[in-house]
Each structure stands twice: as C-alpha cells, then as structure tokens.
C-alpha cells in the first residue's frame, strides 16, 4: 500500500557509518533500495541539530571535532543531495504539491528536506528563507532545548508559560508565506496553542502520538488533537515504544498499540487529522515493525481493526496530500 512517511532520522544515520548517500546503508529502518520494495509515495528526510555538543558527538570520526549545528547540517544537506543524485532513477526531490504529483506519474519516490530544531536559525529570518532556498519544506521547531524560537515539550506546562518567543512566531509566520509547514513534535504545550494562534493554514506534528494513551510530553493531548484537526493539519503515528505505551519502561513497540492511537486520534480529531511519522532511524526498542519494507503490517492490522479502505487510504497518504497541496501548492 501507498504511504506517506512524514519523519525519519536516516540522513544521519549515514553520517555515523561514514557513509556519503543513504542508498544502502547496515543496521538501519530505511535506505533507498529498501525504500523501494516499501511502497513508499513520499519519505520526509530530517536534518536533525542537537543543540548540546554531547548529542552531536555522536556524528565525528575518530579523532574529528565535534560538528557545530551549522557543519552539520552541511554534512546531512550533502549526503541528501549525494543520494538524490546516485538514485536519481527511483527518488526524486519535491518541493510542492506538482512535484509530488509528477514524482507519482514517474514512478519515482517523492524526497521532502526537512530540519528537525530550528535553533540553527539562530534568532535570524534570512536564515529561513535560506532554508527554503535549500529545499526544506518542513521545520520542526524545536528539539528538546530551548532554542531562539521557544521552549520544548521538556517545560512543563504548569510551570509557567513556556511558548514560543516573538522571533519564534515572526518565523512561524514567515514559514507559512513562504511555503514551509510548522511542525509541532516537540514543541512545549503553550507553543502548540502558539503556532495554532500565529498559523492560518494547516500546522503538522509530524511524529507524535495520543498522550492519553501514553503519558509522554512528546504527544498530544485530546484537546491539541482536536485542535490540530479543525485546523486541518495532521498527526504521524510514531514507532517509538515511549510514545506508544502507557508505561514508560515498557520498550516494546506493538502493531497493536500502534493501532490503539490511530483509533483514539479518529474518534477525537476524526479520520482526516492521522497520518504516519515512524521516527525510523531515531528510535529504538524492540520493534514489531523493524523496517519500512514491514509497513503492510500496520495497514494489515488497521484492516483487521475495522478501517475501510477509504480511511486507511486517508491515513497512508491523502491526509498529508491534502495539507500538501493546501500549505504548498
């Protein structure tokens, strides 16, 4: 079946095997040969920017200095743009709703370039347009430290106000002129109801999950759920087990559990507002679903659950398609 996968963390996945694309990578979720036997319509690539020096050590060599966010996001915007060259057959970059559309007519894989923490913007609105010039089309706002445009889902919401900043909603409205969707995934509660505030088009949370059913700041309540909805914006299903179960020490992610927040966001935001965002390569557990080639699995299980085909075609792909075609025509 034809999905829509809003979030991976596979570019850099590359960079820790010193490798220069992601068509065949080792111990990963995702590369492009795989991609291929998936049945994947669109894959959004992030470009993820620890703020703090000891998470972006992880992406050195031997006896290389830590990356800065601005090197490193050098290094993930070249091994993106390595790939679509060597797969040029199969992937293809989109940038717009056409591309998408002409990517499908050509049987090729639709890329969408996004940045996970914007903190690399760095307080400065050239740098947004910069990023459009680059192709990224999606920004996820925050990581997990606050950065110029707010504070992450890590301030707790009854601690204080806790939003996005004023350059944080100058920039979320600059986005959204030109052309680059506001993702929410974890960003504070105060600077969800923010972007929802400062957006006139649809917003995504591009892998996040249903916190009623797993008590993780990273998801979204019954009340963003309906938010996000009547906004027409749309919610990915993550993989990860901490995000999927109610216990946090639980590490195992189930097709079941997975099926469990589907249902949930349906019957609280309606079929319209869920999607898929795996999370693949940035996640880890015990995995039912270890690939994106396992992908039938959920839609199997969705099936055997009661989704009718029209809602299991909304949440695989016609929900992001239409945020796509209305945020970037």
Known sequence: ??????HCDTLGAAIMQGKKTIEMLSDTMIDIKRLEQSGVAAQFFAMFLPQQERDRSAYRHEAEPVPTMPELLEKLY????????????????????????????EG???AFLTIENAAVAEGDLTKIRQFYEMG??????????????????TFP???????LKPFGKEAVSYMETL???????????????????????????SHSNCRALSPASRNLTDEMIRILAERGGVAGLNFYPGFLNREQTDQESRIACMCDHVEHMRNVGGIECVGIGTDFDGICGQLEIKDCTQMPLLFDALKKRGFSERELDHIAYKNVERVLKECLP
């Open 179 to 205: 052309g680059v969707l506001p993702d929410v995934s974890h960003l504070s509660d105060d600077g969800f109801y923010d972007v929802a505030d400062v957006t006139k088009k649809p917003f995504v949370a």
């Open 157 to 163: 919401r009854e601690q204080g106000k806790w939003g």
């Open 136 to 153: 990224v089309r999606l920004v996820t706002l925050t990581w997990n430290d606050e950065n110029s445009l707010g504070y992450p889902h």
């Open 78 to 105: 070249e091994i993106y743009q390595n790939t679509l060259e060597q797969c040029r057959e199969t992937l293809a970059p989109a940038y717009n709703m056409a591309d998408y559309r002409k990517n499908r007519s």
């Open 1 to 6: 079946m034809e999905y829509i996968d809003m």
């Open 108 to 110: 090729k894989i639709s």
